[in-house]
């Protein structure tokens, strides 16, 4: 094998100061998009579960819409096609004068796909909580909405918490699509660093290794917060 | 969307299923590597030998802490430069996807091969069977029966995993759209074109999947 290691490379002049950039865009796709993914995702999500039929259509709709579209592909609709659908004024505006074009974007379409799979979370959530309670509620005298309010969402909120873990850290490995667009995140600032310095051992071990750690730090601080929010006798239930 | 143009999609036709083919065989073969190198991954981790599963386990969750773009890009660089020669950006890729999905295949095997009751194979090593013998006969045939479901949609995730092989410009069904998009200026019409084809094969795909579940009691 023909190769000149040089791991300095990684804390020379520009590139050191490129990885630290690529974490900080990372970071900052990774949790508006995890903002938007939450609210859409809990939105759309109890809305496949209530007993309105229109509204749990279009829920599932959002869903498979959404999942069966590869994530790729929604962010050139959003980048290239979108522009051209809006009404001609927005679209000059989005094309020329928004700032950040590929930052908005990338949050945008990864918040939406994301959304789809927290809905199916949530859902999940709802449904594992069963009729019983549900029924009892109802036998009460709670309205659909006081139903929500004060049986289902405390119980299924907090037995998603597992696997909401495993989506929050999926969002930081899909920010790296962003690059297709044009977003200077880590991944795409490792590749350019292997372009410009021919060192892409060193470069892809820095973004592996920087990959790494978000998600150990990740893992181990939802592992707190699954013991805060753990619900006694629902240990066996995911 | 009056001057949506079908015939740009019309003309190229023929080269945008030379690139449906390539994405469909990347995915077969990726399906087909992943399983067999995840069931090993799973074998080892259930092996109960700690170097052995340590290993596996390691592996497993390195691969799965690092976005799949990267991986991509590891082995775009690193197989040429083990290999001492260039071979092409197919091979590299197919390497790529292959070791990454083994590690998605190895935990939905691992669940697989757990869900095989104890007693089965007490009953093989009663018998007289070794632990291959066990393996081969007993309980992956099971394991793989409750799998299958699972192991379909985890394809057409892959499915729309390789999509972004665009990043290496490797002739997918993706890549080939948006050469088309850019060549012929229509960028609109091609890239709903490859959002509709993709939701097409893969909302069949998830269709074929629910009936999977209905078909066995659970």
Known sequence: MDYNWNWGVLFQDPYLGWLILGVQWTFAVALAAWVIALVVGIVVGVGRTLPSRPISLICTAYVELFRNVPLLVQMFLWYFVMPEMVPDEVGRWMKRDMPNPEYVTAVIALGLYTASRVAEQVRAGINAVGPGLTNAAYANGFSVAQTYRYILLPISFRLIVPPMTSEFLTIFKNSSLALTIGLLELTAQSQQIAEYTFNGFEAYTAATVIYVCIALVATLVMQVAERYTRIPGYMGSK | ?218
Not at chain 2, 23 to 52: D, E, H, N, Q, Y
Not at chain 2, 93 to 100: M, S
Not at chain 2, 149 to 170: A, E, H, K, N, R
């Open chain 2, 1 to 218: 969307m009056a001057d949506f143009d079908f015939d740009v999609i019309a003309n190229n036709l023929p080269f945008l299923w030379q690139g449906l083919q390539l994405s469909l065989l990347l995915t077969l073969l990726a399906v087909v590597g992943g399983i067999v190198f995840g069931t090993m991954l799973a074998l080892m981790r259930l092996s109960g030998i700690l170097p052995l599963s340590l290993l596996a386990g390691t592996y497993v969750n390195l691969i799965r802490s690092v976005p799949l773009i990267l991986v991509i890009f590891w082995f775009y660089f690193l197989v040429p430069l083990a290999l001492g020669r260039p071979i092409g950006s197919f091979y590299s890729a197919l390497i790529a996807f292959t070791l990454f999905e083994a590690a998605y295949f190895s935990e939905i095997i691992r669940a697989g091969i757990q869900s095989v009751r104890k007693g089965q194979v007490h009953a093989a090593q009663a018998t007289g069977l070794n632990y291959w013998q066990t393996q081969r006969y007993i309980v992956l045939p099971q394991a793989f029966r409750n799998m299958i479901p699972i192991l379909v949609t985890q394809g057409i995730i892959l499915f729309q995993d390789t999509s972004l092989v665009f990043v290496v410009s490797l002739r997918d069904f993706m890549t080939v759209s948006s050469i088309v998009a850019r060549t012929e200026g229509r960028l609109v019409e091609m890239y709903i074109f490859a959002a509709c084809v993709y939701f097409v094969i893969c909302f069949a795909g998830s269709l074929f999947v629910r009936r999977l579940h209905k078909a066995r009691p659970a």
